[in-house]
């Protein structure tokens, strides 16, 4: 297990490092008014790093081996499977259906067949992670992708 935690820590550390990385690419140093857009992403990629870097030491010298149901059964992989096939389809439908439906079919597909949920409770938080964060969105003045119907 140690040697996956190495793995996976190691990632994160270069993923730190690229965030940090492409946070000087854009302004550091704001206004008058405060900082700029690439403070927060900076110290954030520092975070990162650091906090890798510590559990990376904390891991070294650590033989440990993997649990028995580390993999997941093939119920686990076909759900794995159906959530990145979901999301592939967001990725496609999103300019087409637009926001509101394609997150309104998304949502009503996670609850409804990965979650299992009832119906009354599908319906209702769908009808609010879809129409109701566009409307939020709209008010906001964040332009959303509208399809072919406009929503």
Known sequence: MATVDRISWSFLLLFGVFVIYESLQINYYGSDFGPGPGFFSFWLGVLVVVLSTIEIGRTRGKRV???????PPKAGVARIACLLGALMAVVLLLTR??????MFLFC???LRVLGKQPWWLTVV?????????AY????????????????
């Open 65 to 71: 081996p993997l649990p028995a149901d580390f993999f």
């Open 97 to 102: 259906l637009g926001y509101s439906l394609t």
């Open 108 to 110: 009503g597909f996670l």
């Open 125 to 133: 938080l769908t009808l609010a992670g879809s129409f109701g964060t």
């Open 136 to 151: 939020i969105f709209r008010q906001l003045q964040v332009i959303l992708p509208g399809g072919w119907l406009g929503m």
